[in-house]
T-cell receptor, first 119, second 113 residues
Framework: AQKVTQAQTEISVVEKEDVTLDCVYETRDTTYYLFWYKQPPSGELVFLIRRNSFDEQNEISGRYSWNFQKSTSSFNFTITASQVVDSAVYFC????????????????FGAGTQVVVTP | NAGVTQTPKFQVLKTGQSMTLQCAQDMNHNSMYWYRQDPGMGLRLIYYSASEGTTDKGEVPNGYNVSRLNKREFSLRLESAAPSQTSVYFC????????????FGPGTRLTVT
């Protein structure tokens, strides 16, 4: 069974500080996909990034960066120079590639980390 | 292009009442999903439809039924609502095949008293 753990319930920072969100996952599959979603106070879920299990290259996109390490089953997310607009709940999610491709995509979510950025 | 839409946005039910949550997507996606979000628990999959004409149970299907009406629409029905079903319900869609990202609707906040 797959499992996603986000041990940090809430992180509070002052604007311009960096924030790193931890995500640890468990899966028996060798092929899987990891995601980060953002849920701002308005409530919608916004897709941020997807990584494949066979691609450990880390990525930077603007103020966001991701650190994927299969050896430690971790997929951490960093916001550099945080802004008030980054205040949201961030979810890490896992999807296993089992069965036909049409049945892929069932997401297992972590409990989420609330990020509070104050001016 | 509205993406994924859900109706209603808010609903209050009494225990034992029934209702249907509607979801539609205009992205020609094959797969659709229903999740519920409870405080401190993230989102949990209730049912999904990998393609038109198929539906399967997710992690928490008890007390719910679904219908994939056509490629665009995927509804979630509560036959006899219980207070434990108080939650925020999200519908999502995915293109299918090797396209992995899911796109979510705005959610329905349901309260069962």
């Amino acid at each position: 069974a797959q499992k996603v753990t986000q041990a940090q319930t809430e992180i509070s920072v002052v604007e311009k500080e960096d924030v790193t969100l931890d995500c640890v996952y468990e899966t028996r599959d060798t092929t899987y996909y990891l995601f980060w979603y953002k849920q701002p106070p308005s409530g919608e879920l916004v897709f941020l990034i997807r990584r494949n299990s066979f691609d450990e290259q880390n990525e930077i996109s603007g103020r966001y960066s991701w650190n994927f390490q299969k050896s430690t089953s971790s997929f951490n997310f960093t916001i550099t120079a945080s802004q008030v607009v980054d205040s949201a709940v961030y979810f890490c999610a896992l999807s296993e590639a089992v069965g036909t491709t049409d049945s892929w995509g069932k997401l297992q979510f972590g409990a989420g980390t609330q990020v509070v950025v104050t001016p | 292009n509205a993406g994924v839409t859900q109706t209603p946005k808010f609903q209050v039910l009494k225990t034992g009442q029934s209702m249907t949550l509607q979801c539609a997507q205009d992205m020609n996606h094959n797969s659709m999903y229903w999740y519920r979000q409870d405080p401190g628990m993230g989102l949990r999959l209730i049912y999904y439809s990998a393609s038109e004409g198929t539906t399967d149970k997710g992690e928490v299907p008890n007390g719910y039924n679904v219908s994939r009406l056509n490629k665009r629409e995927f509804s979630l029905r509560l036959e006899s609502a219980a207070p434990s079903q108080t939650s925020v319900y999200f519908c999502a869609s995915r293109a299918g095949g090797r396209s992995y990202e899911q796109y979510f609707g705005p959610g329905t906040r349901l309260t069962v008293t």
